[in-house]
């Protein structure tokens, strides 16, 4: 069992639609991480969290340390949204090296 | 200012033929991590430098992978004997401080390697 797990691993929603993305962890965590990947291209940091809630433009990510759980949300979704969203976490006594999820495939069509 | 870069952006290689990749992180980073990403995986860390001092080499699969970042600034990551296993994505960050699980990594854009 990976130590963090993302779901869905696909996701197609159309424009305009608010968009949840999960990420659960087993172990102790320092900070949890939301990444954006788009295709070809580098790894671009949206989020840090290590509580509560944070939110730049349409995003939005969450963390609930009791339950060991994250979301990333965005609203009124655009295609330029289209990219892969990647948490990872930063695992107590690892210094800062990420542990990742598998990533989340969103498609926002028109 | 310039983020981090990476070199080459592709590499094909013959099965058993050496690889060198280069990482060039933003000036003054003092930390540096290599990860290794799959196809249609997420990374999977490799190994950890604090300006030269290589602190953390768990992830590296074999001892057929070798980094080194002799100045405290440039990494390469060499890859000996290179097995088909080994074709991914191989990509570096750099962080501003030192071993601090809250600092933003910033990531290049990866030098994808496939072996034939």
């Known amino acids: 069992k990976n130590e963090v797990e993302q779901s869905p691993q696909n996701l197609t929603a159309q424009e305009g639609e608010f968009i949840t993305i999960n990420c659960s962890y087993s172990?102790?965590?320092?900070?949890l991480h939301w990444l954006q990947q788009h295709p070809g291209g580098g790894i671009v940091s949206l989020f840090m969290?290590?509580?509560g809630k944070k939110k730049h433009g349409r995003l939005i990510a969450t963390i609930n340390i009791q339950e060991k759980h994250s979301s990333l949300h965005i609203t009124a979704s655009h295609p330029r949204d289209s990219a892969v969203y990647i948490c990872?976490?930063?695992?107590?006594?690892?210094?800062?090296?990420?542990?990742f999820g598998t990533g989340t495939r969103l498609q926002v069509t028109l | 200012g310039a983020g981090v870069s990476q070199s080459p952006r592709y590499k094909v290689a013959k099965r058993g033929q050496d690889v060198a990749l280069r990482c060039d992180p933003i000036?003054?980073?003092?930390?540096l991590f290599w990860y290794q990403q799959a196809l249609g995986q997420g990374p999977e860390f490799l190994t950890y430098?604090?300006?030269?001092?290589?602190?953390?080499k768990s992830g590296l699969p074999s001892d057929r992978f070798f980094a080194e970042r002799p100045e405290g600034s440039v990494s390469t990551l060499k890859i000996q004997r290179t097995q088909q296993e080994d074709s991914a994505v191989y990509l570096c960050?750099?962080?501003?401080?030192?071993?601090?699980?809250?600092?933003?990594?910033?990531f290049g854009p990866g030098t994808r390697l496939t072996v034939l």
């Open positions: 960050a750099s962080s501003l401080r030192q071993g601090t699980s809250t600092d933003t990594q910033y």
């Open positions: 172990v102790g965590i320092s900070a």
């Open positions: 969290l290590s509580s």
């Open positions: 990872a976490a930063s695992l107590t006594g690892t210094a800062s090296k990420l542990t």
């Open positions: 000036s003054g980073h003092v930390s």
């Open positions: 430098f604090q300006n030269e001092a290589q602190l953390d």
